[in-house]
């Protein structure tokens, strides 16, 4: 089994910065690609940022140049740090890891979901 849990979300004003985290623990062999998506409130889930090396990141367009997505193998964990926050940003922030476990399975998590909240 494989958990992941989120951490660093809240309440910042329009302009602020916040740093998100997402860890892993389990059974994990690898991770490849990890990322960060997120849904605002009547809205479906969108690609926030992924990451599968230093040389393969991907970013939406309405992010790009405020955020930045990072990652930490060695601890299973990836990075959210989020710049000059727009009230548009405010959502429920999760993210997703494509884990292959001990057993050579590999498999979608997802985290339970980190709330941000930008006021203007």
């Known amino acids: 089994q494989v958990h992941l849990v989120e951490s660093g979300g809240g309440l910042v004003q329009a302009g602020g910065s916040l740093r998100l985290s997402c860890a892993a623990s389990g059974v994990i062999l690898s991770i490849d690609r990890m990322g960060w998506y997120r849904r605002a409130p009547g809205k479906q889930r969108e690609l926030v940022a992924t990451?599968?090396?230093?040389?393969?990141?991907d970013y939406a367009d309405s992010v790009k140049g405020r955020f930045t997505i990072s990652r930490d193998s060695a601890k299973s964990t990836v990075y959210l740090q989020m710049n000059s926050l727009k009230p548009e940003d405010t959502a429920v922030y999760y993210c997703k890891m494509d884990v292959t476990t001990v057993r050579a399975l590999k498999v979608d998590y997802w985290g339970q979901g980190t709330q941000v909240t930008v006021s203007s």
């Open positions: 990451i599968a090396s230093a040389v393969d990141i």
